[in-house]
């Protein structure tokens, strides 16, 4: 059975582009998330579903707010990164990187999802394997890795 690890979010809405990653890890069977209103739980869950399937939340402008804003910070752009550290239904520990960025023009802001990686152990040798794929690969493979349909896990 596929079970989440660790979720570690950098530059996306709250979570600062500039600060270190902030880590979340998952526990068996349950894990709660709570906290004050705009503390970041949506986030959370948000950045989870990116990370797994590649939809981005509703009403996200093509992704542009789902970013740190650069204004914020005084910057051009913010490049932002989701990690996902999961077991896979085969039972091998991966880890799933997907970048994106947001780049501020004049009057305008465009969002770009850069190629993502999963890494994983090679069980025979205990060498790390790094598989760089694009975006729209990611979004099959991964639901394929755990277990689940894609619908399934957007929902």
């Known amino acids: 059975m ?7 979010i950098r530059g996306v809405r709250s979570f600062s582009p500039e600060d ?13 998330i709570v906290g004050a209103n705009g503390c970041g739980k949506t986030t959370i869950i948000e950045s989870l579903k990116y ?4 939809s981005l939340p509703p009403g996200n402008k093509s992704g542009q707010s789902f970013v740190h804003d650069p204004k914020s910070i005084g910057s051009t752009s913010v490049k932002a990164a989701i990690k996902l550290r999961f077991t896979a239904r085969t039972g ?6 997907r970048c994106m960025e947001v780049t501020q023009k004049k009057t305008t802001q465009s969002f770009k999802a ?11 040798t205990g060498e790390r394997v ?3 794929h694009k975006c729209t690969e990611l979004d099959k493979t991964i639901p394929s890795l755990m277990g689940v349909s894609k619908p399934i896990l957007e929902h």
């Open 2 to 8: 596929a079970s989440i690890s660790k979720l570690s």
């Open 20 to 32: 270190e990653e902030q880590v979340i890890a998952f526990c068996l069977p349950l894990t709660m």
């Open 51 to 54: 990370a797994v399937t590649g």
């Open 92 to 97: 091998a520990s991966m880890i799933v990187m």
């Open 114 to 124: 850069l190629d993502g990686t999963i890494r994983m152990m090679n069980p025979e």
């Open 130 to 132: 790094v598989m760089s």
